[in-house]
């Protein structure tokens, strides 16, 4: 028979234990700063943020978890710890979508962490001029819903920035009908993002087919909207729930239950090769046979994996398109390097987006 140990033994140990994980977190927030005065004393003045070292750390740490947490659980706390330190280093500041409680802020502290200073701002082309302008290091944007596909503006605005693409987050999206009201026959206009609505089209189909719908800037804006009536409701995260005081009347009303939405993390850096990277890539052709042929060849050739490809019209000329395509590995490795050099003598433009940890968490 199992021995039964006294609760406050228990508890003498788990206090005795919390003193020393208090001590080594201490220890490595200190060694964070002297790493703040080697970079500084080497002439280093930007951000200190690297996305290929915290990658690799993350991913180590996983790999070095014996359970029984979940290696998904210890990435979150070790992501967490690092965004604590790398505050005492040098405070990072991200634009997101705003207002406060978007699903991009929420994308925001997943994969900088809470101790980032987010900065809110009102469009996608907002948050690459905040980066742009460097009032900002980086800037969340969501690129792709598995549900409703790629957010165009998102792509287009790369057309015209010299940003960089450092980093990736994917957020599993729950919709919430959240409001003051207390019964579905009670509600007279629902606002949410549009993307939002049509995410949860059929549930608002069948449910609510005779109630307004109209589309704002945000579902935190849908949220902040609701606060103020006593008949009309939101769709929106828990997040912005808490946040403006709405009672949640149905839970995850979205048509997908898998739903889930990639961001991408733009800035200034170009992170070096984890070993488990993606590139993202604009290219163009011009308008003539053979074109995509011309794209794909070198790929295949390099035995290269292509994750996602998507065209866009150019701006530059009638039925002129450019394709945004994204490969595993990263543009230094040899085979990618190789791939690219060999597309590049193909093609009238090539614009290597970015090179980049593929998300961990």
């Known amino acids: 028979m199992t021995e039964i140990i006294p609760l406050s033994e228990l508890r003498d140990k788990i206090d005795k234990i919390d003193a020393q994980i208090l001590e080594l977190i201490n220890q490595r927030a200190i060694c964070a700063m002297e790493v703040a005065k080697t970079k500084v004393s080497e002439g280093e ?25 979940t290696d998904e659980t210890t990435a979150r706390f070790f992501r967490e710890l690092m965004s604590s330190c790398l505050a005492l280093e040098k405070p990072l500041e991200v634009a997101f979508l705003g207002p406060e409680g978007t699903f991009t802020q929420q994308a925001s502290f997943k994969h900088f962490g809470q101790a980032v200073k987010t ?16 009032h900002c290091q ?17 792509l287009d605005r790369f057309i015209s920035s010299s940003l960089k693409i450092c980093g990736e987050v994917e957020i599993r999206v729950h919709h919430n009908l ?12 629902i606002f949410s993002h549009q993307q939002s609505l049509a995410q949860c089209r059929q549930w608002l189909d069948i449910h609510l ?19 103020e009536s006593d008949n009309k409701m939101a769709i929106a995260g828990e997040v912005a729930a808490n946040l403006y005081g709405l009672n949640i009347l149905k839970n995850n009303i979205e048509d997908e239950s898998n739903n889930t939405t990639r961001f991408i993390i733009i800035g200034q850096q170009e992170p070096v090769s984890t070993g488990l990277d993606k590139t993202s890539l604009l290219v163009s052709t011009g308008n003539h046979s053979g074109s995509l042929h011309k794209i794909l060849q070198p790929f295949a050739n390099h035995d290269i994996s292509m994750s996602h490809i998507e065209s866009r019209p150019s ?9 945004f395509i994204d490969i595993n590995g990263h543009k230094d490795d040899d085979n990618v390097a190789k791939a690219l050099k060999s597309l590049a003598e193909n093609v009238s433009m090539l614009n290597i987006l970015g090179s980049y940890p593929k998300a961990v968490i």
């Not at 930007?46 to 359970?67: H, Q």
């Not at 900065?119 to 460097?134: A, R």
């Not at 087919?209 to 606060?227: F, G």
């Not at 701006?315 to 394709?323: A, M, N, P």
């Open 138 to 154: 980086f800037g969340v944007v969501p690129v792709e819903n598995s549900t409703e596909g790629v957010i165009t503006h998102t």
């Open 315 to 323: 701006k530059q000329g009638l039925w002129e398109y450019v394709f």
């Open 178 to 189: 959240m409001g003051h009201v207390e019964k579905l026959s009670d509600i007279t206009e």
């Open 209 to 227: 087919p005779h109630v307004v719908r109209t589309a704002v800037s945000s579902n935190a804006e849908a949220a902040r909207l609701a606060s």
């Open 45 to 69: 003045t930007g951000t200190f943020y690297r996305p290929d070292r915290e990658a690799l750390v993350l991913r180590r740490i996983k790999e070095l978890n014996p359970g029984p947490l």
């Open 119 to 134: 900065i809110p701002v009102t469009t996608i082309d907002d948050i690459f001029t905040e980066v742009e302008n460097q």
